[in-house]
């Protein structure tokens, strides 16, 4: 088996969606706001009771039209739900309403008809129910013109309206309540959602640089003494993106997406989840066998030949099983409410990995993938609605077409205070590929001997918590729609190394060899090719 390739497979799993995604209902846009039609689209809480006992809570979405509803459960009235007679309320129904809240169902008549019916016989509030599981967001048709309705119109999906029907015909009484709870401005979610993602590249980072520095000397020390073997190389298993492979990542990346948005099932997710358990396992098995080895060192230095694994250290066979049994424990209960902790743990330990194996040699090459990187969210984020007539990546990262809650390939953070639940996440690519970038500038300081202040490394960190942030407050302004971060964090990254580097002469080092000067190492370089021809 070439782990190897298992983890670069997984790495382009994991950069497939590395969209910052929120709460999106299905929305028609085309239709402008006028007078009468110009409330914002809004989730409306629906609470009932059954015979004065609090029951199920259902979610909809509020009307173009139609008053505003109350934001606090206190201001919110309790009235008797109705089901309309006729069911699509198109007539005026046959059943006398008093203030009731009646229930409709689509039908064939235009949703400002159903309110104004409803609202002539009474009813304090409209309940449409959609044909289809999802929420559609209710507009006014371009003719229509002076809409005066003074009644909350609300849409709820297909399986709740089958609920609330069955309510109706097994109790004597069932009452709702209707109010649309504010957000938060922030959530502490998206806090620690900024911290673990600047923490993970803070420390894979130091980790990468690290294994650089330590190779380095290493290979010093061989080129000193013409005794060794100098056929020694000091990669240890890195692998370099050249500018190739940058290119050809949108073009792999993007096939692969399309596959998975047109391939969208529960098995393709079930086989997602299980590449994310191999690839998570084996990141974790890395992470803690690098910290162990600190301790145990005698365990980590002595190897076993094990069957298709080759040499294998004991730390190693140590660590494995319950690396193993964390990820196949999250595969299995992964659907529990705190099941986004192992998630997370997996999803850390992959990335980590990766930004530790994977590495960029030189500033053009960590251009060229970064820009490529942005083009292809830019495109799968916005332009492909043109083609597809909507988001591919935002449809793929929350898994609409596969009846599951989405790829597993993103960090995520239950929402503490928003009323509203759900999760704040962000995908493996908002933080691997500014990942790259940043460890190759703390790389090049520690090579360079440059001091923290004197170095790349602190500000390109400082401008992805920035790029980062500034994405938080774009979703928050855009009202929940889907934000690519790469959008925001590869300017701010980049425009950094390309600003400093130009004022510090660096620029052309930082482009091409990625290295600062060293004659001594290249003159030990030409004197070991010499020592290997005459060997």
Wanted: include cysteine.
């Amino acid at each position: 088996m070439d782990l190897q390739r298992v983890r670069l497979f997984l790495f382009l799993c994991a950069l497939i969606v590395s969209v910052k995604a929120g709460d999106i209902v299905h929305h028609d846009d085309k239709v402008p706001k006028k007078p009468g039609c110009e409330n914002d689209f809004i989730l409306v809480k629906v609470q009932t009771w059954i015979d004065g006992k609090e029951d199920v809570e259902f979610v909809g979405v509020g009307a173009r039209f139609g008053t505003r509803i109350v934001s606090k459960e206190k201001n919110a009235n309790y009235s008797r739900l109705t089901l309309s007679d006729p069911r699509d309320c198109c007539s005026q129904p046959r059943n006398k309403l008093a203030g009731d809240v009646i229930m409709v169902h689509r039908g064939h008549c235009r949703f400002t008809t159903k309110a104004n019916v409803a609202e002539a016989a009474g009813a304090s509030a409209v309940l449409i129910i959609n044909d289809q599981n999802e929420l559609y967001k209710m507009v006014c048709e371009p003719d229509e013109t002076a809409l005066d309705i003074h009644i909350p119109a609300v849409m709820l999906p297909q399986d709740a309206g089958r609920t609330l029907e069955k309510m109706l015909s097994n109790s004597s009484s069932v009452s709702v309540q209707l109010y649309s709870p504010r957000r938060p401005v922030v959530d502490i979610a998206e806090v620690f959602l900024w911290l673990m993602a600047v923490g993970t590249i803070l420390c894979a980072s130091f980790w990468s640089a690290s294994g650089a520095r330590e190779a380095a000397a290493e290979h010093e020390n061989l080129l000193k003494d013409a005794s060794d073997d100098l056929s020694y190389t000091s990669s240890g298993g890195v692998v370099n993106i050249s500018t190739t492979s940058a290119l050809l990542f949108v073009v792999v990346a993007s096939c692969f997406l399309v596959i998975l948005y047109k391939l969208m099932s529960t098995w393709l997710i079930e086989l997602l989840v299980v590449l994310f358990c191999i690839g998570g396992a084996e990141g974790l098995q890395t992470c803690l066998v690098a910290l162990l080895s600190r301790w145990f060192k005698l365990f980590a230095h002595s190897y076993v030949k094990v069957p298709l694994f080759g040499a294998v250290s004991y730390l190693t066979i140590a660590v494995s099983p319950f690396c193993i049994t964390f990820a196949v424990l999250w595969g299995v209960y992964r659907d529990l409410h705190f099941a986004w902790i192992g998630q997370d743990v997996l999803g850390i330990a992959l990335i980590m990995t990766v930004i530790q194996i994977v590495r960029i040699p030189n500033l053009k090459v960590g251009t060229v993938l970064l820009s490529c990187a942005l083009l292809y969210d830019l495109f799968w984020v916005f332009l492909s609605k043109k083609l597809f007539h909507e988001s591919v990546m935002i449809v793929v990262a929350r898994g609409d077409k596969s009846g599951e809650d989405g790829i597993p390939m993103l960090l995520k953070i239950p929402r503490m205070f928003d009323p509203w639940g759900g999760y704040s996440i962000i995908g493996f690519g908002d933080i691997l590929l500014p990942g790259l970038l940043i460890a190759f500038s703390l790389r090049y300081d520690w090579l360079a001997k440059k001091s923290l202040r004197a170095g790349y490394f602190l500000w390109t960190m400082i401008a992805y918590g920035l790029g980062l942030f500034i994405t938080y407050v774009a979703l928050n302004l855009m009202d929940g729609h889907g934000q690519p971060a790469l959008l925001y964090i590869v300017p701010f990254t980049l425009g950094t190394l390309f600003m400093l580097g130009r004022k510090r002469g660096d620029l052309k080092k930082l482009w091409t060899t990625g290295e600062p000067d060293r004659p001594c190492s290249h003159m030990h370089l030409q004197m070991s090719d010499e020592w290997s021809e005459e060997r």
